[in-house]
């Protein structure tokens, strides 16, 4: 539990924080979402990490997620891992564990994450979106508090009752 209104909350939540990295996909050449993380994104992680710590802690990184590194960047990152600089937490988020490089995993830690309580995502709704979250929007989130929020923002509880609701009619009007 930390203060949302911290000054470097705001700042990592931002990713305005000096000693924070996020990798992750981005936009390309022609204006769209890339469908997988490139290797000159992963060649910039060195060049953070060879920097001091902005704020006399610790310099992280944080790839999301590893199930999307193209095998250029896989190899870029996996040289990180074969020699971690000092002072430094590389977080790898991966999805398919099994899908990752065994050589990525191998230099790894796994810590396995459980979903939230419902009430925990209700929350993390309310406090991103300042809505009260749809039923359905949490059902459908089951414990991942940024697919609620995505759902959220999407409006998808209407559409998830509509759906429940001709189900319903389908299973009385033609079973």
């Known amino acids: 539990d930390v203060d949302p209104d911290d000054p470097v909350v705001r700042r990592i939540g931002g990713l305005a924080h000096g000693d924070l990295f996020v990798l992750r996909r981005t936009v390309g050449d022609r204006g769209k979402m890339r ?9 910039e992680l060195p060049g953070f990490f060879s920097l001091a710590p902005a704020e006399g802690g610790w310099r992280v990184a944080i790839v999301e997620a590893v199930d999307d590194l193209n095998r250029f960047a896989a190899n870029a990152l996996l040289k990180i891992l074969e020699a971690p600089p ?9 999805h398919a564990p099994g899908a990752a490089l065994a050589t990525i995993r191998s230099r790894c830690r796994q810590i396995a994450l459980r979903p939230l309580e419902t009430a925990a995502c209700a929350a993390t709704v309310e406090r991103v979106l300042g809505a009260e979250p749809d039923p359905a929007v949490l059902a459908l989130a089951k414990g991942r508090p ?6 959220q923002a999407m ?3 209407g559409l998830a009752r509509a759906i429940d609701d001709a189900l319903r009619r389908l299973g009385r009007d033609g079973a």
């Open 146 to 151: 940024g697919r609620a929020v995505m759902l």
């Open 35 to 43: 469908r997988e993380i490139a290797a000159e994104d992963a060649r």
């Open 86 to 94: 000092s002072r430094c937490v590389l977080m790898l988020v991966c």
């Open 155 to 157: 409006e998808a509880g």
